[in-house]
């Protein structure tokens, strides 16, 4: 799968930071397979892209995202999407994701699943960038792009979600930019401290 990225990358340039966020017209729904657009993960999607916020519709779409986590083909979106919905996350659905850990675990990345993080990253859509992000700073599934990596883990932090905003801090520490790790750090408190106390973030 590593041949798909850079093809797909080399549009990055064009894309707004304003876009607004992933609606019906994006992803090219013609590039997925039957099964995953009949999945339990992506009605709990179509619920979502109802509202007018990404977090807006997050109760009548999160049953289907805990029935997804059941199903491989679909369980690490299904994993990004209910730890995007919730707070706390819930650490026996992450303590077992391949994105999460940046390493194949037991369910692995499909390739549907990895195709749609890369569309989505681009249609400006938090989680998927957070998830591109994590994958290209460290080098899982795709090849190690640290400026990459903390392109879209800045483009999802920029959209308020925590998570991201956690993942930038840490990368930003990793390449000595400390000051601006704290101030993102500190923002990540402000919108989720029980988020980061359950995983352990501290100064």
């Not at 997804?68 to 083909?73: E, F, K, R, Y």
């Amino acid at each position: 799968m590593k041949w798909l990225l850079p093809a797909l990358l080399v549009t990055i340039t064009a894309c707004s930071e304003e876009t607004e966020f992933a609606n019906a017209s994006c992803p090219t729904l013609a590039n997925y397979s039957d099964a995953f657009l009949e999945s339990d993960f992506y009605r709990g999607w179509q619920h979502l892209q109802r509202s007018q916020y990404p977090t807006e519709n997050c109760a009548d779409a999160y049953p289907y995202f805990l029935r997804g986590v059941n199903d491989s083909a679909v369980f690490e979106l299904s994993t990004l999407y209910i730890d995007f919905c919730s707070a706390p996350p819930q650490k026996d659905t992450l303590i077992n994701s391949s994105i999460y850990h940046s390493e194949q675990l037991s369910n692995g990345v499909d390739y549907d699943e990895f195709k749609w993080v890369l569309d989505l990253a681009l249609c400006n859509s938090p989680v998927e960038q957070y998830a591109l992000g994590q994958m290209l700073f460290n080098g899982f599934i795709t090849d190690k792009d640290i400026e990459k990596g903390i392109y879209f883990l800045s483009l999802a932090a920029r959209q308020d979600h925590v998570q991201a905003q956690v993942a930038l801090s840490s990368a930003l520490r990793d390449i000595g930019e400390s000051e601006v790790a704290a101030q993102w750090l500190a923002k990540a408190k402000g919108n989720g401290a029980n988020i980061l106390s359950d995983r352990g973030i501290s100064d």
